[in-house]
């Protein structure tokens, strides 16, 4: 019986912070982080948020994924850092909004296109203006009734409403 309500609670709040809260975009999708890519293309048309993670998939020590500067991105230079791996799969959690930069930081790679700008968004609740984009309100839409069962849910199985919230 408890164990159940235990394993219910489990359930919900990964359905729900899986709906709701994060996304994980694989960066370049099946090709991945390599040179020759137009990463400006790859993010035309994705919409990020704070939460979401971007994943790095690389071949170990023959790329960086180089967190940099607006100034580094542009002059393709890694010289500040903002933070750096080479283990073949990086995967980057989106935690501020504003824009974030990263480059590869092997001689000449971020030069032949291995630099991405990521525009992440508010988030959450108010969407923050800047960007402009219309589609993190739609998303925070979608968040709501996914709340609104998972605690219907819980109230009528009788468990724990406190541990689905929080
Ligand atoms: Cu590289």
């Given at each position: 019986m408890a164990s159940s309500s235990v394993a219910l609670v489990a359930l919900l709040v990964a359905s729900c912070a899986g709906m709701a809260a994060a996304a994980s975009f694989t960066v370049g999708?099946?090709?991945?982080?390599?040179?020759?890519?137009?990463y400006s293309g790859w993010t035309s048309g994705k919409s990020f948020a704070v939460g979401d993670t971007l994943v790095f998939t690389y071949a170990s020590k023959v790329h960086t994924v180089t967190e940099v500067s607006k100034s580094g991105y542009a002059a393709c230079?890694?010289?500040?850092?903002?933070g750096n791996d080479d283990s073949g799969s990086t995967t980057v959690t989106l935690s501020t909004p504003g824009t974030h930069y990263y480059i590869?930081?092997?001689?000449?790679h971020c030069a032949s296109g291995m630099k991405l700008a990521v525009n992440v968004g508010g988030g959450g609740g108010g969407s923050s203006s800047?960007?402009?984009?219309?589609i993190p309100s739609g998303a925070a839409a979608v968040r709501v009734p996914a709340m609104s069962a998972a605690i219907v849910l819980a109230a009528a199985s009788g468990v724990l409403i406190k541990a689905a919230l929080f």
């Open positions: 999708d099946a090709q991945g982080w390599v040179a020759g890519i137009d230079s890694g010289s500040s850092a903002l590869c930081n092997i001689p000449g800047g960007s402009g984009a219309g």
